[in-house]
Structures are given as C-alpha cells and as structure tokens.
C-alpha cells in the first residue's frame, strides 16, 4: 500500500488512496493533523505529536519542534542528552504516521509520497528521501506541495492548458508557486515566498495590541520579561486569532497576579493592525508572476494551502489582487496530503503519476563573482554576476564570457556562489576554482563560463579559456548537508533501537502532557485543581486500576477543558 504524506513544519498528514478518493488517516487520539514535534522522555521512549507539543513549554531541553527548517543541513538537535540530524526527528514522525496508517489498514505500510516545499533545494530534498528511508519507507516520489494541491482538486489530471497559482500560509512560512499544466505535464514555473512570514506573525500583531492596551495599565512587564506567562499569552492570541476568522470580535483573558485581564479585539482593528504583515504577503505573489512573465488576469485557478489562510482578509487581499476568489473548498490543512494521497494511488494503480508531473525550476540564482570597472577606471571587486537565475526551467545549461582584468595575469579564480544579492559576501559560497590565462593585455583572453543544472540538484561548471581552448571542470555536489548510504545505514540501526511510545497510550499521554502544561502555566486554585486531578490519574495508571484509570481520566479530562481556552486539538 502507497500512502502520501505531507511533512509539514507544524503539522503532518498521511492519507491514502481508498474506493477512488483520498482518506485522512487519523492519528492514536483521532485527530488527522498530528504535530511535526518530537519528545524523549524519561524512560527513553519517543513521543510524537500533541504530547510531544505540548512537552515543549514543559520538557523544551527534551523536545524539538519545527525542525523541517533545518532539513538538508548539519544541524543537530538535542532531545536530552542525546543528538538528532533533522532527517532523523522527521523520521520518527514519519515512523509514528506509518504506525498509524499501519493500524487502520490492518498491512504493513512500506511505500510512500512524501511532499517537500518547492523551493527545498537538492539537499532538502535528499534529506527528506534519507527520513523515509529511516522511517522504513521506499520513497516511490517526491512531490511539490503546490503540485499535491493542484492534483487534490483534479487539476492536471487531464491535458487542458492553463496556469494556477497556489498560496500556501502556514504557521512560519508563505510559499508561492506558479504552476503550468499543459498536454499532462504539469510543471512549477516560478517560486516565491518568504520563509519567516506565516500564522505567527498575526499572533505577534495581537500580542503587541494587547501589550499595548493592558500591559501597563495591568501592571504587565515588558513582552521580554513577560515569561512564562508569554506562553499562555500567545496561546490565548492563537485563539482569538482563529475565532476572528469566524466572529466580528472575540476576547482575550489573561489571569496574572490575581487579576483577570480581559479585553476585546474587534475584527476590524486586527485586520487594521495587520496592515503590515498583508503587504508582506503581496511582494512575493508579484515577484512569481513576474519571473513567470504571466498576467494575472491568465491564471485560470488560485488555489489556497495552510492553516493561516482561512482568515478572511486574506481571501479578500487574494481576490482583489487576482479578481476572482480562490478555490478554497477543500480544507487548506488537508489539501497537500490529499493530494499526495492522488499522486499514491496514480502509482499504486501505474495511472502515469511519471507522466503528468515533472519539471522543477531552479530555486536560486547561480553565478560568480567578477570585478565592475567604474566609470573613473577603478574597479569594484566582489560583485556577483548572475549564470542561472532563479525559476530557470532545470535542467540548464548557460554560458556568460568572462575576460582578464589585469595585463599578463597568469590565473582568473572563480568563486562559485547562490543567492540573489548584488554583492558575492552576501551570497552563498559553494565552490572555487582557478584558471590558468596565457599572457595578454587587459581583456584580451576569454573565458566561457558555463553552468549547468540538472535535476538531482548538481551543478557543473565548465570554463574554457577560448584562447587556448582549454576546458576546467568544477562538480558541486554541496554535500555537507546530506547524508551519504552508509551512513543512514549506521543511523538506521541506532534510530530502530529507540522505541515509540506505545500507541495505544497516546491519549494518555496527551492529555499528562497537557496537565502538566497547564499546572505549569496556571498559579493559586487553578493549579491545585489541576494538581489533584493529575495526581489522581497518576495513581491510577500506577495502579493499573483500568476502572479508576477511566473514571480519573475522564475527570482530569473535565478539569483541563475548564482550564484551558484552547481546544484539545
Ligand atoms: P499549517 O502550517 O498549514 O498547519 O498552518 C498553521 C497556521 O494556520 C497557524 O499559524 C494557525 O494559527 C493558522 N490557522 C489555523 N486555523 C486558522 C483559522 N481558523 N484562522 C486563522 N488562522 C488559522
């Protein structure tokens, strides 16, 4: 059985390919979305998902979360004593996702679809490959989130021709794509978006107003010195957030020192105070349609991806940007791992999943580093010369001269780099090489730079002294961030050793996990209720009592819904 998944930053999905549609699988505790965070505890065992999300105000030193961000690079996080490569911690999501999958299918689960952002370059890509492998499963494809959404609505499913756009705002990252889908190709065009604007950015705009309005007046210290009760804060501003989506106003109370600060914040205002981050949401739409050299008024579909845009003037900013509404009925949360689900079953029934969906673009610019004369005969070094540019269809290959700045120099250093900057120092160093020059006056020798991108993510470079008609070659394979066969092999049997929390005590675990957060959170009666009631359903489970366990569950279950705003979701 193939199933697709989408392996998201905050949270991950997996559905499959049932009776002709795609079906969420839900997790142990019932729910489809399970959090991409990742918990060790105090016996050893692994916790994933809601518990381990909810450890990471109570347990941070043992936790990790949004590690997707470093996904293709050698950053390890630290869950106690011990380390983990990013492809490993998404590994046990995926581990946790397969057991699920697993338990409501009743067959073993060893092949999938797993979704990566347009933009994840080779590395990222890699990396995601290696966590499926850690996980135990054969990755039969890689699939573009935008290309996963489009498919979740039947698009490029057949040969009609047109152009969509799809915006996808999750909780810290905006990502646009263009897409084009033609004769049953379907290809990403252009990619845009900025990786530090999402969800949050709307919590801080609350957090900020209600600083503003109540902090000094209630005696509230600055938002810095405002821990531990900034976590508790935040998340009464995630829920005014989200009911702002549906109501005109919604409340925000906060208990400090004994006095219950309560305030109101209108949907006007917020949409108001949100002026900002929504400009921020413009800029990377009009860049990908420009690299795309497409009018909007071509897009035939523009279709919505992550939580965040449920929030209404975000459908109104789209519709005025694009004039026409977004196609937003199917869940944003959902619709990637729904579309991965029909990319599943197009290879599980061999539907030509190959055929339909291919090309990829260059996610940065390549190029080099050259020296500018100036107008006064002096020269700027350093400055960066564009080879590849950014949403070049791959595989490319181009060509840019280069001469000699000096009389008789006897090598020309190319300094290969990716980025977008003017100035090489602000880009990415990825490689070097040097080229020997014949002697002659300033500008008169030539050198062909050629740089050419394939799909896996390799780039070569070629340059050739047209003068002598030499050729150097430079292979840049960037693989410090990516683990090689052997090496995955070796984390593989230190990754099996460590064991999932058990299953079937998910809910358990969720809802200690849970109560501990709130006991650390809340002072005075608050605290002792939930105390008590955590005590209690401790004894019981060390009781093995199944009866009390029920009944102290239940009860603890009770109290936490009257402490906490938020929904055990
Ligand atoms: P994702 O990464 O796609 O799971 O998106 C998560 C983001 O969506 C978070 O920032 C959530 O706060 C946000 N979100 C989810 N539901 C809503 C809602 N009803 N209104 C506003 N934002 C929401």
């Known amino acids: ?119 994840f370059n080779d590395l990222q890509r890699k990396a995601t490959k290696a966590a499926g492998t850690l996980a135990g499963l054969e990755v039969k494809r890689l699939l573009t989130e935008p290309t996963a959404a489009a498919l979740a609505y039947g698009i490029g499913l057949n040969a009609d021709e047109q152009y969509l756009m799809v915006i996808d705002l999750g909780g810290g990252t905006f990502d646009v794509s263009l897409l084009h889908c ?220 280069v001469f000699n700045v000096e009389d008789n120099q006897t090598a020309i250093s190319l300094q290969v780099y990716q980025g977008e900057a003017l100035m090489v120092k602000d880009n990415i160093l990825l490689g070097k090489m040097s080229v020997r020059c014949p002697p002659a006056p300033e500008g008169k020798v030539q050198i062909d730079v050629r740089f050419t991108y394939d799909t896996s993510g390799l780039l070569e470079v070629e340059a050739t002294v047209l003068n002598t008609g030499v050729t150097e070659r430079l292979l840049i394979e960037g693989n410090p961030g990516s683990l090689s066969r052997e090496e995955i092999e070796a984390r593989l049997q230190n990754l099996t050793k460590l064991k999932l929390h058990p299953r079937d005590d998910a809910e358990n675990a969720a809802l200690m996990a849970r109560g501990q957060r709130l006991y650390e959170q809340r002072l005075g009666h608050a605290r002792s209720v939930i105390g008590d009631a955590l005590t209690g359903f401790i004894s019981a489970l060390e009781a093995q009592a199944p009866e009390r366990i029920r009944t102290t569950r239940e009860h603890l279950r009770q109290v936490l819904e009257a402490h906490d705003d938020e929904p055990f979701i």
């Open 1 to 119: 059985m193939i199933v697709g998944i989408d392996l998201g930053t905050t949270n991950s999905l997996i559905a499959v390919w049932r009776h002709g549609e795609p079906v969420l699988i839900p997790n142990a505790i019932g729910h489809v979305l399970t959090p991409s965070a990742v918990s060790l505890d105090e016996k050893g065992d692994i916790i994933v998902g809601l518990a381990a999300r909810e450890r990471l105000s109570t347990h941070p030193a043992r936790t990790a979360a949004v590690f997707k961000r470093y996904m293709g690079t050698n950053r390890e996080l630290h869950l106690g004593k011990k380390e983990f490569r990013p492809e490993e911690l998404s590994a046990l999501v995926l581990r946790s996702l397969k057991a699920d999958a697993e338990a409501l299918l009743g067959e073993p689960v060893t092949e999938a679809v797993i979704t990566v952002p347009a933009y």
């Open 182 to 401: 033609f004769e049953g190709v379907m290809e990403v065009r252009a990619t845009a978006g900025d990786t530090w604007l999402g969800g949050e950015d709307f919590v801080d705009v609350i957090v900020h107003d209600f600083m503003a309005h109540m902090g000094e007046a209630a005696g509230l210290p600055p938002v810095s010195l405002l821990a531990p009760i900034h976590g508790v804060l935040r998340r009464q501003a995630e829920m005014v957030k989200r009911r702002l989506s549906e109501a005109d106003e919604a409340e925000l109370s906060l208990a400090y020192q004994g006095k219950d600060l309560t305030w109101t914040l209108s949907r006007d205002r917020f949409e108001m105070l949100s002026e900002s981050v929504l400009a921020r949401i413009r800029l990377p739409i009009e860049r990908a349609l420009r690299d795309a050299r497409i009018k909007p008024e071509i897009l035939s579909q523009v279709i919505l991806a992550g939580g965040a845009t449920r929030m209404p003037m975000l459908r109104r900013l789209i519709g005025r940007l694009f004039r026409r509404m977004p196609l937003q009925h199917i869940n944003p949360d959902e619709v990637v791992a729904r579309g991965a689900a029909v990319a599943a079953g197009l290879i599980g029934r061999s539907a030509g999943l190959e055929e339909i969906i291919m090309t990829d673009v260059a996610p940065f610019t390549m190029g080099i580093n050259v020296s500018d004369r100036q107008p006064d005969g002096s020269r700027l070094t350093g400055v960066y010369m564009p080879i590849i540019e950014r949403n070049t269809i791959i595989p490319a290959s181009r060509v840019k001269p």
